[in-house]
């Protein structure tokens, strides 16, 4: 059974910075990544990483969030990471940790669909104040 287990959400001020961790156990999908949901607003997909290949492989973003956060893995550790600097109100969230198996051919048009992953965490609140 896969689990997935995030850590690292705060409250911080506006321009400050996080570091989330995703800590993956049980079977390995080959993509994971982050989504986050803000009270009254749909899920939005804000990155994902390839796990089974290096860093060649595309990282897609939200427009959002690009320039300012960067999803990193360690293989040996199961775990990926979302590093946020600059972080705005507008980052306010829930943020959570997926898992699926993708295509790596067409990751550009589906890395943001909900439905596409299997498995999702629990959350971790971040919170940004102006």
């Known amino acids: 059974q896969v689990q997935l287990v995030e850590s690292g959400g705060d409250s911080v001020q506006a321009g400050g910075s996080l570091r989330l961790s995703c800590v993956a156990s049980?079977?390995?999908?080959?993509?994971m990544g982050w989504f986050r949901q803000a009270p009254g607003k749909e899920r939005e997909g804000v990155a994902a990483?390839?796990?089974?290949?290096?860093?060649?492989?595309?990282?897609p973003y939200a427009a959002s969030v690009l320039g300012r956060f960067t999803i990193s893995r360690d293989s040996a550790k199961n775990t990926v990471f979302l590093q946020m600097n600059s972080l705005k109100p507008e980052d306010t969230a829930m943020y959570y940790c997926?898992?699926?198996?993708?295509?790596?051919?067409?990751?550009?048009?589906?890395?943001?669909?909900?439905?596409?992953?299997?498995?999702w965490g629990q959350g971790t609140q971040v919170t940004v104040s102006s």
């Open positions: 990483i390839y796990t089974r290949g290096g860093d060649e492989y595309h990282k």
């Open positions: 997926v898992a699926g198996m993708l295509d790596p051919r067409t990751i550009g048009r589906t890395w943001s669909r909900a439905a596409e992953y299997d498995h």
């Open positions: 049980g079977y390995t999908y080959n993509y």
